[in-house]
């Protein structure tokens, strides 16, 4: 069975720290997907990013970054100079290969709250 | 716009009244499927399908249905709610199932069954 853990429930921090959301996973595949899902307070999910597990290559996209290591099975994101915008919920989600890749198993999700 | 729609966005009923929560895709996508979040879980599959006619399980069947009778349309049913019901749902949908295509959620519907 796959497993998706976000220990962190709840991150607060002030305008321009760095932040890092933690995501665990646990699969016996050998081809799988990571995703980060972002949901602001309007409700909607927008999609971060897809990873595979054949590109173990860390992505920087502006102020955001994602460590993806397989011998800890972790996906960590880091938001750089964090703003008030970025207050939402996050998730980090896993998906399987093949025919089973439409179903993601998500993680339990992380409040971070950005103060001015 | 390319986008998933859902109808109601928000719905306040009674334990036992039948329902339907629409939602339609204007991308021609083959795989459609359905959420509920509910705190401390995240986001867990009830239904989804890989193509019309083409419906299965996912990880929270009880109390719902679900028909695919045109690649747009993938209604979610809810036969008799009850209170375990109340939740937000969410629409998804993307081209196929192969490992390069992004799921495009719809904006929720946020259920509550007194």
């Known amino acids: 069975a796959q497993k998706v853990t976000q220990a962190q429930t709840e991150i607060s921090v002030v305008e321009k720290e760095d932040v890092t959301l933690d995501c665990v996973y646990e699969?016996?595949?050998?081809?799988?997907?990571l995703f980060w899902y972002k949901q602001p307070p309007s409700g909607e999910l927008v999609f971060l990013i897809r990873?595979?597990?054949?590109?173990?290559q860390n992505e920087i996209s502006g102020r955001y970054s994602w460590n993806f290591q397989k011998s800890t099975s972790s996906f960590n994101f880091t938001i750089t100079a964090s703003q008030v915008v970025d207050s939402a919920v996050y998730f980090c989600?896993?998906?399987?290969?093949?025919?089973?890749?439409?179903?993601?198993?998500f993680g339990q999700g992380t409040i971070l709250t950005v103060h001015p | 716009e390319a986008q998933v729609t859902q109808n109601p966005r928000y719905l306040i009923t009674v334990t036992g009244k039948k329902l339907t929560v629409t939602c339609s895709q204007n991308?021609?996508?083959?795989?459609m499927s359905w959420y509920r979040q509910d705190p401390g879980l995240g986001l867990r599959q009830i239904y989804y399908?890989?193509?019309?006619?083409?419906?299965d399980k996912g990880d929270v069947p009880e109390g719902y249905k679900v028909s695919r009778k045109e690649k747009r349309n993938f209604p979610l049913i809810l036969e008799s709610p009850s209170p375990n019901q109340t939740s937000l749902y969410f629409c998804?949908?993307?081209?196929?199932?192969?490992?390069?295509?992004?799921?495009?959620f719809g904006p929720g519907t946020r259920l509550t069954v007194l």
């Open positions: 399908s890989m193509n019309v006619e083409v419906t």
């Open positions: 699969t016996r595949d050998t081809t799988y997907y």
């Open positions: 998804a949908s993307s081209l196929s199932v192969r490992g390069t295509d992004t799921q495009y």
């Open positions: 991308m021609n996508h083959e795989y």
């Open positions: 989600a896993l998906s399987r290969g093949g025919t089973s890749y439409g179903k993601l198993t």
């Open positions: 990873r595979n597990s054949f590109d173990e």
